[in-house]
């Protein structure tokens, strides 16, 4: 079993469906409203624990309801909660999401993540030192990105960055990261010639599947077919599943297959984490685009 270390935000997601989306100065009738636990690191560490890694979070949560839940849902998740503390200071990290016209958009408020510190991420060193690949998204200071791939470049630990929600990110990250997943509109602002990032920098393209450039010729890897319910959550599945195979040994383009199958799966189901796929969902599923 792989070990897989995730350092990042855990949030409790607040979900509002509508069927459509208000306009400014706009009050409109919504469908339903529900609270389940979120945040891009909780999600990485609770789809990469249901492909079958052993995973540590590495996070803050506020001494609060929705930490407690945060919590217990590691926990019923088998995910390793050695290295998630609960601080005093400030609520737990909530994510305001409206699902509308078969996609998202959200509101992130960081709250308990801002603690997610350098001095904090060095009490998991042990275990850092230890993995086989780790996570870093965006949700926490930017210090303590840049502290981590500071961290597992010594180390020798392959870094994964999902470079999400898009902010500046330093040329030396850029350099120290092994992997980095921007969506289409990351990538514009931060990665516009691929060219320049040979099997490094993974454009995903939604139902269009990833791009990269593989030092030759940008290949393009498909897509599967699905009827969508709720894309939240899709791209923190695609980035834990792309982990998973590559800590296993797997090839570049068959590690993007399985992250792309596990990815097109959760959309079918509500929620970020609801929709998340086991191992054995993943293998099954075969048939791309």
């Known amino acids: 079993m792989v070990k897989i270390t995730v350092i990042g935000s855990s949030s409790m997601d607040l979900v509002v469906t509508a069927t459509k989306r208000p306009n400014k100065g706009e009050t409109i009738l919504g469908e339903s409203f529900k609270t389940v636990p979120g945040g891009k690191g909780a999600n990485q560490a609770v789809a990469a624990a249901r492909l079958g890694a052993d995973v540590y979070m590495v996070g803050c949560i506020g001494m609060d309801a929705f930490g ?21 200071q400030v609520e737990t990290g909530t994510a305001h999401i409206t699902l509308a016209n078969g996609d998202n958009s959200i509101i992130v408020v960081k709250g308990a993540n801002n603690f997610v510190t350098p001095a904090f991420v060095d009490r998991a060193i042990h275990v850092i030192r230890q993995s086989n690949i780790v996570l870093v998204q965006q949700e926490i200071p930017e210090e303590t990105v840049e502290y981590v791939s500071e961290l597992c470049a010594i180390n020798d630990v392959p870094l994964l960055l999902n470079p999400a ?34 099997n490094k920098v993974f454009v995903t393209e939604g139902e269009n599947g990833v791009r990269y450039f ?12 699905v009827e969508p319910v709720d894309t939240t959550g899709a791209g923190d599945t695609f980035n834990a599943a792309f982990a998973v195979a590559l800590a296993e040994g797997k090839e570049l383009k068959e590690s993007l297959q399985f992250a792309n199958r596990a990815a097109s799966l959760s959309v079918t189901k509500f929620g970020a984490q609801g929709g998340m796929p086991t191992r054995v969902e993943v293998e099954e599923k075969r048939h791309p685009l």
Do not use: C, M, Q
């Open 68 to 88: 407690e839940t945060i919590l217990e849902n590691f926990k019923n998740n088998r995910v390793h909660t050695d290295y998630v503390e609960a601080v005093t």
């Open 165 to 198: 929600p898009a902010r500046p990110i330093s040329k030396n990250v850029i350099e120290k990261a092994t992997y980095i997943t921007p969506n289409e509109i990351e990538a514009a602002a931060f990665f516009t010639n691929i060219h320049n990032y040979p």
């Open 214 to 225: 593989d030092g030759e010729k940008e290949v393009v890897v498909p897509s599967y077919l």
